[in-house]
Every structure is written in C-alpha cells, then in structure tokens.
T-cell receptor, first 114, second 111 residues
Framework: DAGVIQSPRHEVTEMGQEVTLRCKPI?????LFWYRQTMMRGLELLIY????????DSGMPEDRFSAKMPNASFSTLKIQPSEPRDSAVYFCASRGAGVNNEQFFGPGTRLTVL | DQQVKQNSPSLSVQEGRISILNCDYTNSMFDYFLWYKKYPAEGPTFLIS?????DKNEDGRFTVFLNKSAKHLSLHIVPSQPGDSAVYFC??????????FGKGTRLSVIA
C-alpha cells in the first residue's frame, strides 16, 4: 500500500490567492482527518470525515477554510483567500474502522503564503 | 486550553542511555494513548500505544507507562540510539474520536 498520499508537497503562493490541498487516504479506511502543524499550536485537528461525511469541523479556523470528501478515495482542503498566517504544514491522516486502530499520516503539504 | 501537554520542548540524551518523554492529559474520559514519532519533512508515524485498562506496554526498546490517577503518560526508550532523534508526539483519544496531540518533544540522541 502506498500509504496516505498528499499533493502538492510544497506550495508557495501570494496572499489573496486560492490554495487547494489534496489527499488520497489508504484504501479501505473510512475516516479521514485534516491537521495543521505550527510551532505555536502544534498539531491541530481542522476537520474529520467518517464515510465521506464531515463529522466535526469545529477546528476550521475561519470561513476561508473549507474541506470536501466527494468519495472514499479523495479529499480536498481549500483556503480562499489565503493569508500569511495560514503558512503551516498541513497533514492528512486516515484510519480504518475499529476501536483501537491508529491514524496513518501523509507526508504533509508545506504551505507558504507570502 | 490544552488537553494534552508535553512540557519539555526538547531533550538531549547520550547514546546508550535511557530517554524518558513525558505527557500529561486533563480529561479522565480518554481511554487510548499513543506515541507518534516524526522526522523532518515526513508525517508522524505510529510508535506504540496503550489502552486505559493497562499500565504498561512494551515493544522492543520502547515502553509506554500509563498512570491514570495522575493522568500521566511516559515513553521510555532504552538504549537510545542516534536514529531515535526525532520529534515525539503524545496523542490521546476517547472512544472512536480523532486523536488529540501534544505539541511534541524534540529528542536528540548524541553519539
């Protein structure tokens, strides 16, 4: 299995531009998570999906952030418009069904907003 | 308010000695506890876990200890090796909820 796949690995954009981050979870996993890592706040959960349905988006910082999961093998996290304070590493993770299953993380997307 | 605290941002240990990483949590409802390891430019990877019905779990050089009354979790690595140098995240969960992470501790193992 290729693991969780994220693209792009690096994104540099200018303030005000739209940014779309992509994630392909591990095949067969039914939960998908988006996290953001910053020096100040560590790893924060932004949103998670069960069976493609958003369950909790209370971690999404503002309306500028949105996430979709149109099918079991693809999710996007969009920031529009982007701001310099959105600069961070964004991780996608997936997990299979079962009480004590661990979350598997992708390699992350490093976003820099100038 | 942080639910999971790793109070040591960094730790340096000599090769061959024991590394002890600590984690405190606030909610007694958490029932599953994990440690993840993260190298630069990679995502966190699962290392070891323990459920609330146990107080110790061992896997090779890695042992996790859980003290429920103190709401305290620790990871022992013995003997420490240079390849163990990474950021270690403590993570907790209640039931099937998402993991809540601490801010991490950067471990440096010096040869």
């Amino acid at each position: 299995d290729a693991g969780v796949i994220q693209s792009p690995r690096h994104e540099v954009t200018e303030m005000g531009q739209e940014v779309t981050l992509r994630c392909k979870p591990i095949s067969g996993h039914n939960s998908l998570f988006w996290y953001r890592q910053t020096m100040m706040r560590g790893l924060e959960l932004l949103i998670y999906f069960n069976n493609n349905v958003p369950i909790d988006d209370s971690g999404m910082p503002e309306d500028r952030f949105s996430a979709k999961m149109p099918n079991a093998s693809f999710s996007t996290l969009k920031i529009q418009p982007s701001e310099p304070r959105d600069s961070a590493v964004y991780f996608c993770a997936s997990r299979g069904a079962g009480v004590n299953n661990e979350q598997f993380f992708g390699p992350g997307t490093r976003l820099t907003v100038l | 308010d942080q639910q999971v605290k790793q109070n040591s941002p960094s730790l340096s240990v000599q090769e061959g000695r024991i590394s002890i990483l600590n984690c405190d949590y606030t909610n007694s409802m958490f029932d599953y506890f994990l440690w993840y390891k993260k190298y630069p430019a990679e995502g966190p990877t699962f290392l070891i876990s323990i459920s609330s019905i146990k107080d110790k779990n061992e896997d090779g050089r890695f042992t996790v200890f859980l003290n429920k009354s103190a709401k305290h979790l620790s990871l022992h690595i013995v003997p420490s090796q240079p390849g163990d140098s990474a950021v270690y995240f403590c993570a907790v969960r209640s039931g099937n909820t998402p993991l809540v992470f601490g801010k991490g501790t950067r471990l440096s193992v010096i040869a």
